[in-house]
């Protein structure tokens, strides 16, 4: 990164934009609503082939934000890095269903459920899927009809009165049984009881 052209751009995530930001980042802080600034200011003590720690503020409250750096201070989409950062003290855990999307939201500092959060969730296309609150185990389901999110990219967003969560949900990156060699098993009899267990945390095999 040439230091003397390089660029940062920051650009909080409005309420309502979570899809548009998720799904294209570049395109999203390549707007002129990104607030830019040269790179070099914020890691004054980097030099050639060494590293400079700096610091980065997301700007009045701003909680979610996308984050993006121009090596050439070029704001074209291609030539941008980025990252979506986030403070937030809600943590959300999802499943995809055949029938739609199980969220549970709880406190990141308390570990405890959070009631009362409006979960919303869009397709690949910014297409609004539906919203829930979440009850008093901190969790809401929202019914998706086909299974569509069982294929397709999607953005959850959970927002209390205080916080706010985002998250990408892409079944390329998702951890199934098949993934740890388990397998469906032969077809349930009518007499069989069916069960699934899920935690907050993802499947992990020692």
């Known amino acids: 990164i040439n230091l003397g052209q390089a660029q940062l751009r920051v650009r909080p ?3 309502g934009e979570e899809a548009a930001a998720l799904l294209h980042p570049s395109i999203y802080v390549a707007s002129a609503n990104a607030r830019v600034s040269p790179l070099a200011s914020l890691a004054p003590l980097a030099r050639p082939n060494r590293w400079g720690r700096g610091d980065i503020a997301l700007g009045e409250g701003g909680t979610v934000a996308v984050v993006g750096v ?27 269903t055949d029938d739609g999307i199980l969220a549970w939201v709880t406190s990141v500092s308390r570990a405890e459920p959070v009631a009362g959060v409006r979960v919303s969730a869009w397709n690949q296309t910014s297409t609004a899927l539906g919203e829930a609150t979440t009850d008093a185990s901190g969790v809401a ?13 999607t953005v959850i967003a959970a927002a209390s009165a205080e916080d706010r969560a985002i998250l990408l949900l892409d079944p390329r990156q998702a951890v199934s049984g098949g ?19 899920m935690t907050d945390r993802g499947i992990y095999r020692p």
Not at 141 to 153: E, I, Y
Not at 179 to 191: K, N, P
Request: no cysteine.
């Open 13 to 15: 995530i409005a309420p």
């Open 70 to 96: 121009s090596a050439t201070g070029s704001s074209e989409p291609d030539m941008i890095t980025t990252a979506v950062v986030q403070q937030t003290d809600l943590g959300v855990s999802t499943v995809v």
């Open 141 to 153: 389901f929202l019914r998706v009809a086909g299974g569509s999110a069982l294929f397709g990219t």
């Open 179 to 197: 993934a740890l060699g388990l397998s469906s098993g032969a077809e349930a009899r009518d007499s069989d009881v069916h069960a699934t267990v």
